[in-house]
């Protein structure tokens, strides 16, 4: 993948592109959304380049693992933990807009049923 082809994430992963992170370890990235869907929008990244739940397969299975981890972690470092929703989209039919892995981390509003 050239420079021209990498996402908006893999930019926010090299710090070419500047994000409100509020959580980074080895492995994954988390930042706050530029265009939130809800008063907490944070979007959690893996920094191994995925694009998305269709590119997964069983060697990621310890990273997805960790990440399900962060979310829950963040949850409570967040103050949500009572209540929120995490979202993935996969493929632009489901409303995927960066072919990049990321799970969305919802909170701080009365969440719809079904969604989409």
């Not at 990498?6 to 988390?30: G, M, N, P, Q, W």
């Amino acid at each position: 993948m050239n420079a021209d082809e990498r996402t908006i994430f893999k930019k926010i992963i090299d710090r070419e592109i500047s994000a409100d992170i509020v959580y980074e370890d080895e492995h994954c990235l988390a930042f706050r959304d530029i265009a939130p869907q809800a008063p907490t929008h944070v979007l959690l990244i893996p920094k191994r380049e995925l694009r998305s739940m269709d590119d997964v397969t069983d060697s990621e299975r310890e990273l997805l693992g960790h990440m399900m981890a962060v979310i829950s972690q963040l949850a409570r470092d967040l103050g949500i933990s009572e209540g929120y929703r995490v979202v993935t989209n996969c493929g632009a039919g489901a409303g995927q807009e960066v072919n990049h892995l990321h799970f969305h981390i919802l909170a701080g509003r009365k969440m719809q049923w079904p969604p989409g």
